[in-house]
């Protein structure tokens, strides 16, 4: 009967006794003494991810500060239709500008400019030759009125046209200017353009 050695590790069988040392790794590979590469020969160069450098001059900037959004703008989108047809079709769409705004309907401010509305539609139909445009906005605090009709002929007041006499009506112009803060009449070839402007509060 034969008996393992006491020098083998029980149940390996490799003759390799316990507790030894491992085995000690390869030594590196290294040229022998006097050894010379050939004429013209270079080592590659080592490959891998170039080093990160830094561009001369370069200077880093701070960032942009956060800024809070622009307040929305006050003024309201113009309304510019087919000509009202009546002078209360004018009126309302004043009303409706004046209300997107934020204007109470009994105010003063609402009354004027309605009034304003009013004589120069009635202008433009009695004696413009009709109405040709109308535009209403609301713009830098300011309700604007613009009004076309079809001759270039300036207003007429009964203050500046002797001939009108005693004819009723021809107070509207006058009324006009003393409401409105500014009014420019514009002439052209097919007639005119006046602009009433009224500041808001």
Known sequence: MTHASGDDAPGTGTGM???????????????????????GYAAPAPTGPAPLTVPVGYAPTAPSPLTAPA???????????????????ARAVVAALLE???LPGEGRTVTDAL???SELVTNAIRHGG???AFRA?????????VVADRTPELPASRSSDP????????YGWPL????????????????????ATLRLP
């Not at 309304?79 to 209360?88: G, I, M, N, Q, W």
């Open 17 to 39: 006794p316990l507790g030894a040392p491992p085995r000690p790794e390869a030594a590196p590979l290294t040229e022998p003494a006097g050894y010379a590469a050939p004429a």
């Open 100 to 102: 997107a705004y934020g």
């Open 71 to 89: 307040p929305p703008t006050a003024a309201v989108p113009p309304s510019e239709t087919p000509p009202p047809a009546t002078v209360a079709a």
């Open 176 to 195: 006009i200017r003393s409401i409105a803060d500014e009014v420019t009449i514009t002439p052209h070839a097919a007639g005119k353009h006046i602009t």
């Open 163 to 170: 001939a009108l006499g005693h004819q009723i009506g021809g």
């Open 130 to 132: 009709g109405l040709a």
């Open 115 to 117: 009034l304003v509305t």
């Open 137 to 145: 906005e609301v713009h830098d605090g300011a309700l604007r009125v």
